[in-house]
């Protein structure tokens, strides 16, 4: 049972250069999120989807893209990356129930922007 | 105000000993409460859900107070193992329907011999 899936664990990336960050759930989750954790902080919301093909921002969206074509995936895209962006990032899936909304995450990526 | 509020600690207790954490709540709209668990460089983790009855598993008991906004966690007999960040978080609920996670900063655990 894999759960939720992110690739790459870690990945240095040069100011300017551009990524995506992979998630990929088996677990029939309408919801997904991406997170991301600075040192000592907390998770803040960077993008949310309840449904394939909805997505909408969060708490800090800039610097990000997102789609979902599937139920499945839902990747995460730097389109021109910021010392600011170093963090470690956690996309995670969920019920739709409001009451049972149990976030599952996955392992998280490690990113250095350099 | 922060939408969800935590001391963040370190709180280092004695193997054996009881703890509290609280965790205050801007929204009262909010749905539904939960404590997450996170060790050290690892994703978070579903610790318990709570309820407005307040609900217990084993060691930990967590309480719901909708009128002060304010959610708490109670750790009895501290092991080793509980040393983590413990998480509160918030369902806000969006327009339309739909889960919005809110995280606080967590708290600090470190249980000492």
């Known amino acids: 049972n894999a759960g939720v899936t992110q690739t790459p664990k870690f990945r240095i990336l040069k100011i300017g250069q551009s990524m995506t960050l992979q998630c990929t759930q088996d677990?029939?989750?309408?919801?997904m999120y991406w997170y991301r954790q600075d040192p000592g902080m907390g998770l803040k919301l960077i993008y949310y989807?309840?449904?394939?093909?909805?997505?909408d921002k969060g708490e800090v969206p800039n610097g990000y893209n997102v789609s979902r074509s599937t139920t499945e995936d839902f990747p995460l895209r730097l389109e021109l990356a910021a010392p600011s962006q170093t963090s470690v990032y956690f996309c995670?899936?969920?019920?739709?129930?409001?009451?049972?909304?149990?976030?599952?995450f996955g392992q998280g990526t490690r990113l250095t922007v350099v | 105000r922060k939408e969800v509020e935590q001391d963040p600690g370190p709180f280092n207790v004695p193997e054996g000993a009881t703890v509290a954490f609280n965790c205050t709540y801007s929204?009262?709209?909010?749905?539904?409460f939960f404590w997450y668990r996170q060790d050290c460089r690892k994703e978070p983790k579903l610790l318990m859900s709570?309820?407005?009855s307040g609900n217990e598993d084993g060691r930990f008991t967590a309480q719901l107070n909708r009128a002060s906004q304010y959610i708490s966690l109670l750790i009895r007999d501290s092991k080793l193992s509980d040393s983590a960040t413990y998480l509160c978080?918030?369902?806000?609920?969006?327009?339309?329907?739909?889960?919005?996670?809110?995280f606080g900063t967590g708290t600090q655990l470190k249980v000492e011999l």
């Open positions: 995670a899936s969920s019920y739709s129930s409001l009451l049972d909304a149990e976030a599952f």
């Open positions: 677990m029939n989750h309408n919801y």
């Open positions: 989807s309840v449904g394939a093909g909805i997505t």
């Open positions: 929204n009262s709209a909010s749905q539904s």
């Open positions: 709570v309820y407005s």
């Open positions: 978080v918030v369902n806000e609920g969006v327009t339309g329907g739909g889960n919005k996670l809110t």
